[in-house]
């Protein structure tokens, strides 16, 4: 360690030799891999011992993620028992944030104000170290509850501050994820058949092509054609696979049997079994920790690494070299197949030939350490909301409590609403039966009303967040809505989606309750997809989802329009949104995610779209205090 900490030094400055001195052996790997990511072979320079020797260091410290050792399963209690790393994950936090401070003052980045934005995500993390923030307490914990230290911390950063937290901890599962992903795929096998692909092709089965299947199966629905792969022609005619959320693209004459090679079965099973001897790895033990078990995490890193096992396999140049038939007998690929195959990947744009398939590779963050500084960064916004003084705040009318659905619309009708934007609420809830004076004064709108969209947004911003989101807001949407209407696991999304969602919910949260923005009451019209159960019955999806007076959720943020310039056609659904928290931005305006609505009318136009008109619950709730008020 006497050397690490003098190449240290001269490396990266006196601070990063006093931090790096402190490490205990066992984390060195941890900061070099750490380091490995924002200066490739650094690492090599660090451990160069004055007589020229590349030095080899212990192995990855085997909890990287908390501050002392594993010891929650017997593999890792064995090996770990009467050691201690006290505060691992904030020495090697330290370690790294200062030798990275070092690289950059010493101009390892050009751009000056790229080096002075990463030197301020770097003062983020130690600001994070110094505060306690940095470790994550214990499941639960609200944000009353940290540290009074932890929490300035929180109030005097913005969201886009506290993503930096995560930025080691990123680098060093990272490495973990593609060690047990190369693991995963090398024990990764053929999946079955199913029986149909024999029964349709016979003796020519191992010819048979993803299209002539689709064909002769003849229905033209999906069809499976092993456990869990769906083959499957869209609307516009082209085939593809759908295989753990993945929809992976299959040309017409891709054969089955080649393409089952390219979507292999992964087995995580191997990780729940301890080396010979119980004497496991640091590696093994973490992995064992992150990948086996029923936590949410273990789960979505299970799922991750499929993916990300199946997009290799499936865009690589080299498939598995052999099937599984629905007999369970194993089948070699023939040479003329692999050549075909190898021919048509040649020419096609996602191939690893044309340097695209890391794009198309399942990302995996440090998505529920994303998500909890996150969840403090706006728990700090909401304090600070709570104090603004009453004269700033817009008064809101007191809204119906909506109860939980209970009708006859099934599970899955429901949830492919959703995906589609809407959350369908409960059948009592009417316009008429809460709202009984609303229909009336609802009469003299005018629904086709249109006023121009204007390419920067009026008014002017209320909040850091609010000043991103109306710059940013129809790229923050599509992001936002793969959290809301995709599922709420943060590690199977983007962070920049995370981002975008806590921004977009932080500048509605300041912007409903901001007194001097403009509350006028307006038209939005907006466009969304007809559910795939509902497609060609477009009547029966008005009617169920629709009906007149019936209560619906926004389910993920809308992008609408003021101008109605919105298509519409066989489909789609076109709803003209009345409301007075439609916040404008950058070429339009975002409606909020869980925003109720009451349903006007909706009928199916002649081309073939749903027409719905809906008036936002504050509104009603707003007009039906008026005409109580006048009445009294």
Known sequence: ???????????????????????????????????????????????????????????????????????????????????????????????????????????????????????????????????????????????????????????RHTIDDVTALTAVSQRL?????????????????????????????????????????????????????????????????????????LRLPVDNDTRVSDLLARIPAVDFDQFTRV?????????????????????????????????????RTFYGDTAMSYTVGADGRAQLLAGKAAAHTAERLSSRPHSSRHRADTEAQTARIEGFDVARNLRYARAARQQFLASIPSALIAP?????????????????????????????????????????????????????????????????????????????????????????????????????????????GEAFAIFKMARSRDHSVRVLTAAHPVPATYRGREAAFAGEVFPAGATFSTKGYTMARSDGAVRGGAGRVRVRYLTSDGMPVSGGDVIESGATFRVVSSEVASDGTVEVRAVAEQVAARVQQQYTAANN
């Open 275 to 311: 080396p010979a001897g119980g004497n496991a790895s640091g590696l093994n033990t973490v992995v064992q920790s992150m990948m086996v078990g029923k936590s949410p995490r273990a789960q979505s890193m299970r799922l991750a690494a499929k993916r990300r096992i199946i997009e």
């Open 173 to 245: 599962s990272d490495r973990l994820f593609e060690d047990v992903t190369v693991q995963a795929q090398v024990a990764a096998s053929p999946r079955r058949a199913d029986p149909i692909i024999a029964a349709i092709g016979g003796d020519q089965a191992h010819v048979l092509t993803a299209g002539a299947l689709l064909s002769k199966a003849g229905n033209g629905a999906p069809m499976q054609i092993a456990e869990g792969v769906l083959l499957a022609r869209g609307d516009n005619g082209a085939l593809s696979v759908l295989v753990d959320g």
């Open 396 to 504: 809101r009318a007191e809204e119906v409590s909506l109860k939980r659905y209970a009708g006859p619309i099934s599970t899955d009708d429901r949830a492919a609403v959703a995906r589609s934007g809407f959350q369908v609420r409960h059948p009592s809830h009417t316009l008429d039966t809460d709202y009984p004076a609303v229909r009336a004064a609802l009469s003299t709108v005018k629904w086709e009303t249109a006023s121009p969209v204007s390419a920067t947004p009026g008014g002017k911003a209320l909040s850091p967040e609010h000043m991103d989101v109306r710059a940013e807001g129809a790229r923050m949407v599509t992001a936002a809505n793969q959290v809301a209407r995709h599922g709420r696991n943060p590690e199977l999304v983007s962070a920049q989606a995370l981002i975008a969602d806590a921004k977009l």
């Open 1 to 155: 360690m006497r050397f690490v900490r003098a190449n240290a030094g001269a490396m990266f400055g006196p601070a990063s030799a006093s931090a790096v001195g402190t490490l205990a052996p066992s984390m060195l790997s941890n900061l070099v891999v750490s380091l490995e990511a924002v200066s490739p072979g650094i690492g090599a320079d660090l451990l160069r011992s004055p007589s020229g020797a590349l030095r080899r260091v212990p192995g990855m410290h085997n909890n990287v993620f908390t501050e002392v050792r594993e010891d929650s399963n017997p593999a890792s209690a064995k090996i770990n028992g009467g050691k201690d790393d006290p505060r691992a994950v904030t020495q090697i936090q330290l370690a790294s944030a200062l030798c990275e401070r070092g690289l950059i003052e010493r101009g390892a980045i050009v751009d000056p104000l790229e080096a002075a934005a990463e030197l301020d995500r770097i003062e983020t993390r130690i600001d994070a170290i110094a505060s306690g923030a940095i470790v994550a307490p214990p499941p639960g914990t609200a944000f009353e509850e940290l540290p009074p230290t932890a929490q300035q911390f929180y109030r």
